[in-house]
């Protein structure tokens, strides 16, 4: 056995105190790092200091970074500081080192998501919303009234009852994929949360009103068929119940009084607010152009107006619906989605994140989840129009 003399233990002690000054070093540059990748969450405004992102202010821009580089951070200790400064204000969060660790989206964000996904799309934002708490809601719609007769001694009153009809909504899982670099959720989170969310945001949007207004009943529609299909299906490509047939089949050869047609054939609901859906590219190229040339409108009012309106009702713009003309077309719908259809929400969104995915290209994968249903219950008879009615080109 080797005896210890003062000299060895000193050097062996100037070694460990050597040691340990590197590892603290070490320490301290990553602690470092972290600190300065997370202050530029915020780092979202302009020169000027104002935000101008998606989300509520940069406060909240910076706390949906954080989120993010909770939940997809390259390593274990950006995760949990993000995690521990996301949850300075008392709100936690799980994070577990996995590839494909998930995580609820906060009630904040997923509220923010709700709202963008209704601004991107308009199915979201105006059908009546029903809440659920399963997977499968039943509900009754009314589909008949009760009859007013003339009261007369000695004679029995005439028999009536309200119709119901039972209507089932059923939520199904949607997903979306989101790609970003890895090195860009290291440099700047807040930038990753604005990608992430607004990514998310619109294709579910997009994704939801593709299905309410255009789906066939196909799988590319998840099997749900939207409101012009089933016009056609009660109607056919004919003028009747819930559709006009204009003037030709170009939209140049659309005049105003097919419009007037249009509001004319809706029937009257209580408290109904009839609103016109149609694209942009519609809405610029017909119906301004009408407007302008009956001379009751000018350049101006257009110009300044708050709100697209036409024949004195609101204008949505749905992306989805025609932006070229065509034969046998429903160019464009009029009427009330909150009395034609439901939309609900069995769960808020949930993301996941996996860096394994797409591991050769160096990018993070956030799958974003949620679970939406759509109902189209009304829409009348091929006899009688129901609270959506639409304006269809002619064949020819």
């Not at 969310?197 to 997009?206: Q, V």
Request: with cysteine; net charge negative.
């Amino acid at each position: 056995m080797t005896a210890l003399t003062r000299e060895s233990l000193e050097s062996t002690l100037d070694d460990h105190q050597l040691a340990i000054m590197q590892l603290e070093g070490d320490i301290k540059q990553v602690v470092g790092q972290i600190d300065r990748k997370i202050k530029q969450a915020p780092n979202l405004a302009g020169g000027d200091a104002l935000y101008r992102g998606i989300f509520a202010g940069e406060y909240e821009a910076r706390d949906a970074g954080l989120f993010i580089l909770a939940v997809t951070g390259a390593t274990p200790d950006i995760r949990d500081k993000a995690a521990k400064e996301f949850s300075q204000y008392g709100r936690a969060m799980s994070t577990t080192d996995s590839s494909t660790g998930g995580a609820l989206v906060p009630i904040e964000f997923s509220n923010r998501i709700k709202r963008l996904v209704e601004e991107h799309g308009v199915f979201a934002r105006r059908a009546f919303p029903m809440p659920m708490t399963g997977d499968q809601t039943v509900f009754l719609k009314q589909v008949g009234d009760v009859t007013v007769f003339l009261l007369t001694e000695g004679a029995a009153g005439e028999d009536s009852e309200l119709g119901w009809e039972r209507v089932l909504l059923q939520s199904k899982e949607y997903g979306t994929l989101v790609f970003y670099p890895r090195s860009l959720a290291d440099d700047s989170a807040a930038d990753v949360a604005e990608l992430v969310f607004r990514s998310i945001a619109w294709a579910f949007g997009n994704k939801i009103d593709n299905i309410a207004f255009l789906g066939d009943g196909s799988a590319a529609y998840f099997g749900i068929q939207g409101i012009v299909p089933k016009l056609i299906s009660i109607n056919g490509i004919d003028d009747g119940g819930g559709l006009v047939l204009g003037s030709g089949n170009l939209w140049s050869e659309l005049v105003l009084t097919d419009f007037e047609a249009v509001q004319g054939r809706l029937p009257e609901y209580p408290g109904m607010e009839p609103r016109w859906y149609c694209s942009r590219a519609f809405y610029y190229n017909v119906m301004v152009k009408l407007m302008l040339a009956s001379g009751g409108t000018t350049a101006t009012e257009i110009a300044q107006a708050s709100q697209k309106m036409f024949l004195g009702d609101p204008v949505e713009i749905v992306n989805v619906m025609p932006r070229v003309e065509g034969n046998s077309q429903v160019a464009c719908l009029y009427g009330d989605l909150s009395i034609a259809a439901t939309f609900g929400l069995r769960r808020e969104m949930t993301m996941e994140a996996s860096k394994e995915y797409k591991f050769a290209e160096r990018q993070v994968t956030v799958l974003g989840t949620m679970r939406p249903a759509i109902s189209i219950e009304d829409l009348g008879t091929d006899a009688d129009a129901g609270p959506i009615v639409g304006l269809i080109t002619q064949a020819a």
